[in-house]
């Protein structure tokens, strides 16, 4: 089965930014989505198709893919930014085609 | 705009069957390309996926929890509901549904925590 594997922490400082990173055995061919999560909410969608954002989203979260790494980049990094944010794929490498997730990234604002 | 609720048992015992439904508006599961999935979360840990209904019926599920879950639609009732057998205290969590576009989820569910036990 398909292994997203992001870091467990990124810290940066307001105004400064942030690049949470998700790597896969050739990611760069798939299509990788974004998720930020707020403590006691739901998931919200930030990226999709490695660089695309969902209306509402701010143009300071931007999305990156090539090779074996896919990298969420938050700009100018908010206090409101802090919170857990998880890659997503589609493998449609195996018998089945499924949905993958990344273990998740908890960003933290200093 | 598209909403999605999900609804429940709070507690289950161990071995029991977890049924779950998950109620949406917005949007409707005979449209083309439309699918609700399934996302479950355990306290202070990472998202898993679970269960994924298509339009057309067409299903896909979790390979480690494969044997384990069936997921349905009822098109006229706007809802999706799973079922997951043989529960266990690991599977406490919360519980998401989300509606899926393309190959993401852009609309989710608020959450219902699933607690197993006895």
């Known amino acids: 089965s398909y292994v997203l594997t992001q870091p467990p922490s990124v810290s940066v400082a307001p105004g400064q930014t942030a690049r949470i990173t998700c790597g896969g055995n050739?990611?760069?061919?798939?299509?990788v989505h974004w998720y930020q999560q707020k403590p006691g909410q739901a998931p919200v969608l930030v990226v999709y198709?490695?660089?695309d954002r969902p209306s509402g989203i701010p143009e300071r979260f931007s999305g990156s893919n090539s090779g074996n790494t896919a990298t969420l980049t938050i700009s100018r990094v908010e206090a409101g930014d802090e919170a857990d944010y998880y890659c997503?794929?589609?493998?449609?490498?195996?018998?089945?085609?499924?949905?993958?997730f990344g273990g998740g990234t908890k960003l933290t604002v200093l | 705009q598209i909403t999605l609720k999900e609804s429940g048992p709070t507690l289950v015992k161990p071995t029991q069957t977890l049924t779950l439904t998950c109620t949406f508006s917005?949007?409707?599961?005979?449209?083309?390309?439309?699918?609700v999935g399934w996302i479950r979360q355990p306290p202070g840990k990472a998202l898993e996926w679970l269960a994924l209904?298509?339009?057309?019926?067409?299903?896909r599920y979790s390979p480690s929890l494969k044997s384990r879950l069936t997921i349905t639609k009822d098109t006229s009732k706007n809802q999706v509901v799973l079922t997951m057998t043989n529960m266990d205290p690991v599977d406490t969590a919360t519980y998401y549904c989300?509606?899926?576009?393309?190959?993401?989820?852009?609309?989710w569910g608020q959450g219902t925590l699933v607690t197993v036990s006895s």
């Open positions: 989300a509606h899926m576009a393309a190959f993401y989820f852009d609309s």
């Open positions: 997503q794929v589609w493998d449609s490498g195996s018998d089945h085609p499924h949905v993958v």
């Open positions: 198709d490695d660089s």
């Open positions: 209904i298509y339009w057309d019926d067409d299903k």
């Open positions: 050739n990611i760069g061919s798939k299509s």
């Open positions: 917005g949007f409707s599961l005979s449209t083309s390309g439309v699918g």
